[in-house]
Each structure stands twice: as structure tokens, then as C-alpha cells.
């Protein structure tokens, strides 16, 4: 776990939680902020672009990630994620189509938070045996406050009160967008916890990229790289049934060995621990290449799994939402801690229990080559 405490953490202590003003060097009066596309009747929507052409779109609600336009060698542009035209589809989807994930990302066991002989009741969607993305009214359906906005940046925050999603512990969340420069642009969380009890973070964002920029494209027709050499097994509801397998040697997990580059030719909904070398960002975790070869996408991390996800359940979890997108018609990857990561201290990566006082702080960077 990335931790910031003392004097490294105080640049951004003094500023967590409050507000930008109209006084403030940073308030938003950026020129070409707002969104004028997807999502155009939302107050709270902005645009950026860079001076290489690469164009995000944010959204307030959720801190969704909604739009990322792409230059292309020819002159034009390519839309590489799924979005929607208004703010209604955005709330109402049930496929967290570009939103901020959190208290913890992915999936939680039995419904309970255990820890010692304590145990925390976790809020769920009805008929799950397993919290899922913090539950109903998680991070994704929040409207996040605009803490900071530039030609180039823009910072968003949250408060998470004690009990929170059955949560222990207060929790202060900010989630920044920096467009790089180079076709980049990186998300950082940044989380800090009160209260006298440890609690599990697990932030990422859940945005589904289409590379190909087509509604009608299937991705797994498209190319996958995954800087894994162990996946993480798993049941019908895409619970843990033992620790992290290896996907190599001919064994039962195979069939995930995507540590070369190859098309992704089957549905994923897939855990993939990566490997030491990929997760200070020395290096891609996962690579993207759209079918037609004309756009690829670095995924660098500092978290040490990645949920792939290929959209499978997209045409229920968009249904009657402006568009409705096909299954399969967009990727998620997710990069965050293995599903029910509170409960196996045991699995090869970081604790995921933030203590009191301190600060949870990881990254996502993005890259685009055309």
C-alpha cells in the first residue's frame, strides 16, 4: 500500500475537503472546462484538452471518467470509452460506466467485514451473498465536490462518514485527472482515515474502453497484455475458491495467460495478480490494441491486481439508458487489490487495511499510441 504520512503528506492535507472558491488560485474559471457532448445536461461536467489533442471529459457524478478522445496519425479523432448523452443514463446504469469505485472495489464475502473477532454488516445490492463495488449508493452515485480545476488537472473530493456502507471509520477521498502531455493522463486517489478502527480501501475507476471507437465492436476481438503470471480462481459469483494460481505450465488457468500480447477471444471477468516489475510503474500492467491496429493503450499502475472485465452483462446494466451499449462492447480494466483482499492477509500483496491517520495514495496512468 501506497501510505503518505507527516510532513510528505501535508501538501495536500491542508486542502482535502474544502471546496474550490472564486478567491482561489485554482478555482474553476479554467477556459474550455465545460462538457458540451456526453452527459451536456449535467451542471457539474468538464472538459479537458491538452496541446497534443488528447480531450477527457469528467463528470461530478460518480468523478466519472466519460469521454477520452483520441488524435489519430490522419488528422481526425477517435471516442475510446463508453459514455452517455445525458445525466439521467449516467445515474440510472448499472454497469458503473466510468465511475469512481469505492469504499472497495470488486467483491467482499458473506456480507460481512471481518477483522479479529469484530465484524462490520456490509450494505449489498438484494440477492447477493457479496458486497459489490460498496454496495448501493457507493462512490459511483455520489456528486463529488470540485476541489481544484486547471487547463490541465482536475481535483474531486468525497466524505465518507463513519458506518458508511457498513464501513468502520471516516474516510476523506480526493480522486485527481492530470492529462500528461504524450497522449498520457493519470488518476490519483488519495484517501485519509479517522476514527479508531482500521478499515479496507480500495478505490479505481471503472471506465469501459471501445479503442476501435465503433458500437457495434466486439473487444474480444481486440489485443490483451497482462503483466500477470498468476490469476486469482473463482465462482460463479466471481468469489475467491483459493489463493493465486498460475497461469502458465498447461495447468487449469491457462486459458488467462495473456503475458503475451494475443486477442482476448473469450468473455473475462478476471482477477490477475501482476507481477512486482509492473506495479511501481516501472512498466505496462496491461496493454490494449484496438482490432484495427490504429490505437493501443498502456495501462501503468502502483495497485497490485487488475480486474479484467469484457462487458458481458453491458446490455442489462445499460438498458433503457441513452445509448444502451451491446455486451461485450467495452472493456473494463480495473486496476485495485484482489477480490475479498480484507479477508486473506495471506495472498502476496500489500495490506489493504488503512490505519487511523493515515493516508492511502495510488495511481493509474494511461497512455495512448496511435
Request: with cysteine; glycine share 12%.
Amino acid at each position: 500500500m501506497n501510505v503518505l504520512s507527516g510532513a510528505s503528506a501535508a501538501g495536500w492535507l491542508s486542502t482535502l475537503g474544502e471546496p474550490a472558491s472564486a478567491d482561489a488560485p485554482n478555482a474553476p474559471s479554467a477556459p474550455n472546462a465545460r462538457m458540451t457532448v456526453r452527459c451536456a445536461d449535467a451542471a457539474d461536467a468538464w472538459t479537458l484538452t491538452g496541446e497534443d489533442g488528447l480531450q477527457i471529459r469528467i463528470l461530478g457524478s460518480g468523478a466519472s471518467w466519460v469521454g477520452c478522445r483520441v488524435p489519430l496519425r490522419d488528422g481526425g479523432s477517435r471516442e475510446v470509452l463508453l459514455g452517455f448523452d445525458d445525466l439521467d443514463s449516467q445515474r440510472r446504469n448499472r454497469a458503473y460506466v466510468g465511475a469512481t469505485i469505492g469504499r472497495w472495489a470488486n467483491r467482499i464475502a458473506g456480507l460481512k467485514l471481518r477483522r479479529g473477532e469484530r465484524a462490520w454488516s456490509l450494505a449489498s445490492e438484494p440477492g447477493l451473498n457479496h458486497q459489490l463495488h460498496g454496495g448501493p449508493g457507493g462512490f459511483h452515485q455520489r456528486d463529488w465536490t470540485l476541489l481544484e480545476l486547471t487547463d490541465q488537472r482536475i481535483r474531486l473530493g468525497l466524505h465518507s462518514p463513519e458506518g458508511d456502507q457498513g464501513f468502520p471509520g471516516a474516510l476523506d477521498v480526493e480522486v485527481l485527472y492530470t492529462l500528461l502531455g504524450g497522449l498520457g493522463m493519470e488518476i490519483e486517489f488519495r484517501a485519509r482515515l479517522s476514527g479508531p478502527r482500521p478499515c479496507p480501501v480500495g478505490l479505481t475507476n471503472h471506465a469501459y474502453f471501445q479503442l476501435d471507437g465503433r458500437a457495434d465492436a466486439d473487444v474480444r476481438q481486440q489485443q490483451l497484455q497482462v503483466a500477470a503470471h498468476q490469476v486469482l480462481p473463482v465462482d460463479a459469483h466471481g468469489l475467491p475458491t483459493g489463493g493465486p494460481a498460475p497461469v502458465g505450465d498447461d495447468g487449469p488457468m491457462q486459458r488467462f495467460d495473456y503475458r503475451a500480447r494475443r486477442p482476448i477471444a473469450q468473455a473475462l471477468d478476471q482477477a490477475f495478480l501482476l507481477d512486482p516489475t509492473a506495479t511501481p510503474m516501472a512498466r505496462p500492467a496491461a496493454t490494449l490494441t484496438a482490432a484495427d491496429g490504429r490505437v493501443a493503450m498502456d495501462v501503468f499502475t502502483s495497485l497490485p491486481a487488475m480486474q479484467v472485465y469484457t462487458g458481458e452483462f453491458l446490455a442489462s446494466g445499460t438498458q433503457g439508458c441513452s445509448p444502451s451499449w451491446p455486451a461485450f462492447g467495452g472493456i473494463a480494466l480495473e486496476p485495485q487489490f484482489l477480490p475479498d483482499s480484507p479477508h486473506h492477509p495471506e495472498w502476496p500483496q500489500p495490506d489493504c487495511w488503512l490505519q487511523p491517520g493515515a493516508l492511502w495514495s495510488h495511481r493509474i496512468r494511461y497512455r495512448f499510441r496511435t
